[in-house]
């Protein structure tokens, strides 16, 4: 019989940290394939190109965005929903890459949500200076889904709250190949980034990447 050995990889062997009753941060997760993940992000932001989605309030976000996968999530001034067609170029986003979707469905597995089904991929790239306001996902039919979170790039400080506004957030260092899964009584935890200091990362010059996995 085949030993467990030799069926387990690196991944599989590295607990995740739980910072939280359903929420887990694998350090460095990503980090040997980063090269190969960023270049199939950088396909699908040929196809479907970053831009800077205006809030409800009428806002420009400062973070740059698109999506890959079956929907992608948008915002405008009529609110923020899942979209089958890209407003920007009148087109589906591009097909979620398959290396993508696997691993951010084995990084679910391995933080004890085994039927993660993602059909949105929302990039979202952050120059030096951009950020993200305290915030809930809560625009998903399910929230028995988790959420998926992978990061690329510069490092950042990622804010975990509580599920209502107010108190002090958690502060959780973001570095490059991280990832975070949250879900089931932490899936509407609000949540948000630190301001990007500047910086410059190998891989992905001054930005941090980052791709949020959502079943819509
Ligand atoms: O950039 C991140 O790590 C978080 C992004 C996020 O929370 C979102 O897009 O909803
Ligand atoms: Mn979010």
Redesign the pocket.
Known sequence: MQHDLFSQTVDDAREPFQFSEAGFHLPAWLAADAPRLIDSVRQCVRVSPLRHFTTPGGKSMS?L?SNCGDYG?VADTRGYRYAQVDPVTEKPWPAMPNELRQRAISAARHCGFTDFRPDVC?I?V?KPGAA?GL?Q?KDESDFGQP?V?F?FGLP?T?FWGGLKRGGSPLKIP?QHGDV?VWGREDRLRY???KKLADGHHPLTGNV?I?L?FRMS
Do not use: A, E, K, P
Request: hydrophobic content about 45%; glycine content about 4%; aromatic content about 14%.
């Open positions: 973070v965005s999530w929302l979202n952050y993200m915030h996902d959420i979170s990061s950042v990622f973001l975070l949540h948000g980034i941090r980052n949020t």
